[in-house]
């Protein structure tokens, strides 16, 4: 009995040594990290802020808490950003498309049509491309940890199935707060409505808009099927999501730490991107479960969108964007091979 006693205690001891040591050893302050995101806690991108506060934890022995805030509960894509720069708030995630009023070379990936697959997309991100786009956010003072992936957009409405471009003629549609939408809808002929997300379904459950466009991960977990009836696998753009973080706090982070959100960051984008291709799958058999009515566009007509965007992209080129249009297209290129 003593000797067991004993045992118990020793392993106890060793146990309780060895356990914390990685953690303890290290400069970890406990800090609480206030995350805000758009969608839903249940939607692909709740689950990978989930994953990140666990990894966060994992990582940390427990110091370092994530508390994840949804449905844009601290507000808006745009007034977090800014909530992060004022340092009023620690981490985000959202779209890079409303990130165009502080680093204006982000619009290039809102050019349609440009990648063909997720891979491509990932090559590109995480290559140097992304990434120096990404460390421009530096000196506006944020901080571009990682891309997760929204996904190919699609185009819903609640007034007629798109099958050709004229469809769209008179259409409000919804689109996110960045120019380049705005002249590639306004260029098919549609009405282009700035909105934030946040407004988004009030808006067209009101009419206020009758249509907008979003990954069918997004249609679904925000329940979109709700109120509009037409979905077109347009998949026009392929859009990211980045994890940004307050320069401002991270500055004053230790060594450890940073080094700690780095890597639950890779860890998370690595999850994110797996579980978003996966949802993603399942997506289109659901919405038509729930009553929505879902058509393709024929690869003539994407032609012919191709040739409609042409004027938004020569616009956004001569405005600026040629060099980075011109090294996108370069690294797609060389990803492509
Ligand atoms: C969520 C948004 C969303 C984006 C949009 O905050 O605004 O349509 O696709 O994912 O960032």
Redesign the pocket.
Known sequence: MKFLRSLLVATGLAAAALAPVAANAQDIKPRLIRFG???SESSNQGRAVKFFVDEMAKRSGGKLKVKGFAD?SLGS?IQMQNALIGGAQEMMV??TA?LVGIVKDFAVFDLPFLFNNEQEADAVFDGPFGQKLAAKLDEKGLVGLVYWE?GFRNLTNSKRPVTKVEDLKGIKLRV?QNPVYIDMFNGFGANAVPLS?SELFTAMETGTVDGQE?PVT?IQSSKFYEVQKYLTISKHVY?P?IVLASKRWFDGLSADERKIINEAAVASRDFERKDSRDASKQSIAYLKDKGMQINELSDAELGRMREMVKPAMDKFAAEGGAEQLKDLQAEIAKVRK
Do not use: E, I, Q, R
Request: cysteine-free; aromatic content about 20%; hydrophobic content about 35%.
């Open positions: 995101y758009g969608l844009a894509d959202g779209s409303t929204n996110m997300f979003n997004t859009s999501w």
